[in-house]
């Protein structure tokens, strides 16, 4: 044999030998843009198509991110594709929207439309929701319209609410508890002056129960502590920092009505799609009992727990392999 013929003998069998250590699953990385209403909103697709399987993350905020979450979510897709949307007025979306846009109904509609996308765009793909906080709120506004469950396999439900009011309460109570293990009297008596009822909730001072909510402990983790998160945000991330936090003066109406009327307990008996409910145990901002108000609410629903002892608000933050995993164990 020739020494040419040989040489690409020996290249052809590495060439094989390479491929053989590769992975042989196809990766799927597409951007999408959905303009509804004003608002111009990305939508990232990343990881693995032949699993047929999409994980839709719902960020929280309201104005939050989707893709500077990446950061600990990555390792779900090895397993699934992952769709990372950025609301209305939140993350990188751009156009000229109207705050009366900043609705519940419009953020559900908006969510419908990204859903028929990624439907259309990947026809033999399972949508499984993964919502966080706020998205929470989405998320149930969205499940509980219409027949919009008939195209969703399944929510993962991560430290949110269904009930302001419950909310509320619920964050007063763990305060309250937190003051007296403290023994910080002055939180104390601020606390028991202000209780938080159904009747008073739409009135009652909310800023001040979460700020001391805050100051006892409720939720400590920052990602900004993280130098490496941050080094991914500023070069790895569609968001700018004049972008992300410029969007919270555009929810006054949200803040002070909107989210005040958020009640969604008495519809959670018309879920029947599995739900996860996954809980930061030591979070305040949404404790864990209104995670278990809403596990008895599910009536009908099949419902699992995953609960993170080690985190508060967000425990794909504090404990990401573990969520990551409870995750893909959940949408298999």
Known sequence: ?????????????????????RDPKPTEDSTYFLR???????????????????????????????M??????????NQSMVAYWDQRVAGASMGKVQEST??????????????????????????FLLAHSFGVELAWQYLTEGDHQLGIE????????????????????????????????????YLLAHPVTAANAATVSWE?????????????????????????????????????????????????IESRQFEKGALLQKIQIPVGLFWGVKDGVVP???????SRLLTQALVSKVYFDSSWHEPFITETVKFNQAVIEFIE
């Open 1 to 21: 044999m020739k020494p040419s013929r040989i040489c690409l003998s020996i290249i052809a069998l590495f060439l094989f030998l390479s491929c053989g250590d």
């Open 36 to 66: 509804n209403k004003g608002a111009d909103m990305p939508i990232w697709v990343k990881g693995n198509r032949s699993a047929k399987k999409i994980i839709l993350f719902i960020h929280g905020g309201p104005g939050d991110c989707a």
């Open 68 to 77: 500077c979450y990446r950061y600990y979510l990555k390792g779900l897709e």
């Open 102 to 127: 900043l609705r519940y109904a419009q953020f559900a509609e908006d969510l419908g439309y990204v859903v028929k996308l990624l439907k259309k765009q990947y026809p033999d793909s399972k949508i």
């Open 154 to 189: 399944g929510l993962i439900a991560v430290n949110g609410m269904y009930s302001f009011s419950n909310w509320l309460a619920s964050v007063r109570e763990w305060a309250l508890n937190e003051a007296r293990i403290q023994g910080n009297y002055e939180a104390e008596s």
């Open 208 to 256: 001040e129960i979460y700020r001391w909510m805050y100051k006892l402990g409720g939720n400590p983790v920052s990602v900004y502590d993280d130098h490496k998160y941050l080094i991914n945000y500023a070069f790895n991330s569609p968001n700018t920092t004049l972008a992300q936090f410029s969007h919270a003066k555009a929810y006054g109406y949200y803040g002070n």
């Open 288 to 294: 864990l009992e209104v995670g278990e108000a809403t």
